[in-house]
Nanobody, 124 residues
């Protein structure tokens, strides 16, 4: 199974930007869907964004659409999440995930492989 390691989290002021990375090793499944989810304290894990294996299809949660951009570099086995205009409500642990399918999904149950997460904290 793929090893996925997220990085790029940190503390930022509201209105700022961060770029998360998710580097895969082992079986990287570059042909399949990759996604970002997040989980805030006391809340359920929620979908953020997903990208197809080719990178041509993308889907975003309404709460981040227009502020976040998902991308991937299959040559580097890495998926990115560019986060702009950050809000305090974006504070959460962000996880990358892999789905063994070509169709995008916003359901965490359809992603069998997960990274360990990276903390993003947005101060007001």
């Amino acid at each position: 199974q793929p090893q996925q390691i997220e990085s790029g989290g940190g503390v930022v002021q509201a209105g700022g930007s961060l770029r998360l990375s998710c580097a895969a090793s082992g079986r990287t499944f570059n042909a399949y869907v990759k996604a970002w989810f997040r989980q805030a304290p006391g809340k359920e894990r929620e979908f953020v964004a997903a990208i197809s294996g080719s990178g041509l299809s993308k889907n975003y949660a309404n709460s981040v659409s227009g502020r976040f951009t998902i991308s991937r570099d299959n040559a580097k086995n890495t998926v990115y999440l560019q986060m702009n205009s950050l809000l305090p409500e974006d504070t959460a642990v962000y996880y990358c995930a892999t789905r063994l399918h070509e169709r995008l999904s916003d359901r965490s149950s359809e992603y069998p492989y997960w990274g360990q997460g990276t903390q993003v904290t947005v101060s007001s």
